[in-house]
């Protein structure tokens, strides 16, 4: 497994699109900095953080994405998923290896976007003396609570791509689960019945969300967190290498 999980990362840090999509990404994020005119505001550094905050969240969506249709996606549509298990890899291993993958390429994500954000920074502020211990305590707070979203979006979408092994079905899923809108669409379903209220107050979005807003208020994050993101990256694997197992594998 672990040579599997080595190859996967060689390909993800050397496919061009990856250099694409950060490239993308970079530009983006300096545009809406220099949209935001942060600098013009009264306290322009607790501005900067603010912004950072509300920069963070988003990461999900496209990170997740590009994550996924890159680990998960390129096997489905390339039907390479059978050269996998004909290198000797045991087929309940597929699953995990690839969430392990997921891990770390969102991982690499994260970093990247955390250089980008202190760089920005430093150019500005001339360094960190502005920057407050809260301050990179919110900012790291938030930005691993995004990240265990994230993770359990991708383990989610798991289920559904070993269910039809269509790629681009994912793809629409993972954006859906990533930007609320299933969270939204559960949320209208409960105004018509209200037994559905168990489910949209235990959705990871829902959990995300009070976590996000608990930071930006300067509390601390509730544990049901912490637990809730666990229970849906554990389950989601469990049941996705279930129906791995039994699902034949498509070959063209």
Avoid: W
Avoid at 152 to 172: A, D, E, H, P
């Amino acid at each position: 497994m672990l040579n599997y999980i080595n190859a996967e990362l060689y390909r993800y840090t050397h496919k061009r699109g990856t250099y694409v999509f950060y490239a993308v990404i970079i530009i983006c994020i300096v545009g809406l900095f220099l949209l935001s005119n942060v600098t013009a505001s009264n306290a322009p550094s607790e501005s900067f953080i603010q912004f950072g905050l509300f920069l963070i969240p988003l990461i999900q969506v496209f990170i997740g994405t590009h994550v996924y249709l890159t680990v998960y996606n390129d096997d489905l549509s390339t039907k390479s998923m059978t050269n996998i298990i004909s290198t000797g890899l045991a087929k309940f291993l597929v699953p995990i290896a690839k969430i392990i993958v997921s891990m770390i390429t969102v991982l690499i994500g994260f970093i990247i976007m955390a250089l980008l954000y202190f760089g920005i920074y430093f150019a500005i502020f001339h360094g960190f003396s502005e920057l407050t211990a809260a301050n990179i305590e919110s900012l790291l707070s938030i930005s691993f609570v995004v990240y265990l979203a994230t993770i359990g979006v991708i383990s989610i979408t798991s289920i559904i791509t070993y269910t039809f092994q269509k790629g681009g079905l994912g793809g629409v899923f993972i954006v859906a689960l990533s930007t609320g809108l299933i969270a939204q669409i559960l949320s209208l379903v409960e105004l018509v019945n209200s037994n559905f209220r168990v489910i949209v107050d235990n959705t990871l979005t829902r959990h995300l969300d009070l976590a996000v807003s608990a930071i930006a208020s300067g509390d601390s994050v509730n544990s049901s967190y912490y637990i809730a993101a666990f229970l849906y990256i554990v389950i989601s694997l469990v049941i996705a290498t279930f129906i791995f197992q039994k699902r034949d594998i498509e070959v063209g």
